[in-house]
């Protein structure tokens, strides 16, 4: 169940992120659902950024 | 508890003050209780484990000793050699996550670890600290991590966003992690051992019958032991990479 369960939370929780961000920022600025609505879509990017850490090629590590 | 019949598989997670009266006045509950029991384990460990100084340790003090040096070792391969200097607090992190797992399988216990409260403010705590520390090393540079060197300045408004939610979503993650294995054995546990009671209910073909279920906690109690084991290390682990994120920047 390793990796499955890893994608799904890197997933999910970048996506929580960007939902909270959004919703306090429409708060703010009053301008609900817009910036909710373009923050959904940065979490999605970014938790896909988060699957290509996990899964990507790896940097080559610690060059000193 | 299999009552009638349904099954009550999030009761356990449920939080009472305990110690009679001077608990409830404090609020003192069993997650509170369960992280001083772990918490003073560990020191026993220690300390009685290398309170003999042999040679050639006893099983204690080799027990300890295999953990330290596991957590010296992962710090060193994890962040270089400055990770000497975030030892005691892996080393914390580590032995608290450990032992709420492994105490929690238990019968009458808790796991601590199972609330998301615990998990995530272990999480905030590290994120903190890896902030803290980037700052501290890099001053201003290190806000130079939220851009990679190279990509066009006309995408930098997109590019920065995604990577500071990125960055942000690394204690959530991290909590949601640990709390979701922890949770999610749990679960497990208390279904299947709800159908052995159920089970039991139909009579003499009942009893053959819950002990399928019966087999099956066996195993699951096996796999639970090799999950707590794994989630702290992955805990710990993952700070270390972090915390090597923030010493080097990239």
Redesign the interface.
């Known amino acids: 169940m390793g990796i499955g369960l890893r994608v799904g939370v890197e997933l999910v929780s970048a996506l929580a992120v960007a939902v909270a961000i959004g919703w306090w920022l429409d708060n703010y600025f009053h301008t609900r659902p817009f910036l909710l609505m373009l923050f959904v879509l940065l979490g999605g990017a970014a938790g896909l950024l988060n699957v290509w850490r996990l899964l990507g090629p790896k940097p080559q590590s610690k060059p000193k | 508890m299999a009552a009638g019949h349904t099954i009550d598989a999030l009761g356990q997670f449920e939080l009472h003050s305990v110690l009679g009266p001077v608990g409830a006045s404090v609020g003192f509950s069993e997650s509170s209780m369960m992280m001083v029991v772990s918490s003073a384990l560990t020191l026993v460990l220690l300390g009685v484990g290398m309170s003999a100084k042999a040679v050639v340790p006893g099983r204690l003090q080799a027990l300890a000793e295999m953990l330290y040096d596991f957590v010296h070792k992962m710090c060193i391969e994890q962040i270089?050699e400055e990770g000497k200097k975030f030892f005691p607090f892996i080393f914390t992190l580590f032995m608290f996550i450990l032992l709420g797992n492994l105490l929690g399988l238990l019968p009458f216990s808790f796991t601590y670890t199972s609330h998301i409260a615990v998990t995530f403010g272990l999480a905030a705590m590290v994120i903190v600290l890896v902030t803290a520390v980037a700052l501290y090393i890099h001053g201003w540079h290190f806000f130079s991590y939220f851009f990679p060197a190279g990509a066009p300045i006309a995408l930098s408004p997109?590019i920065v966003?995604?990577?500071i939610?990125?960055y942000?979503?690394r204690p959530?993650?991290l909590s949601?992690?640990l709390f979701?294995?922890m949770v999610a054995g749990h679960v497990m546990f208390e279904v299947f051992a709800s159908f052995i009671v159920m089970m039991a209910g139909a009579g003499l073909v009942g009893y053959l019958g819950g002990a399928g279920p019966l087999a099956l906690n066996v195993i699951l109690m096996g796999f639970e032991l090799l999950v707590a084991c794994l989630q702290a290390y992955v805990f710990a682990v993952l700070t270390c990479i972090y915390l090597h994120d923030a010493v080097h920047l990239?």
């Open positions: 270089g997109l966003t995604v990577e939610i990125s942000l979503s959530v993650s949601i992690r979701a294995n990239h």
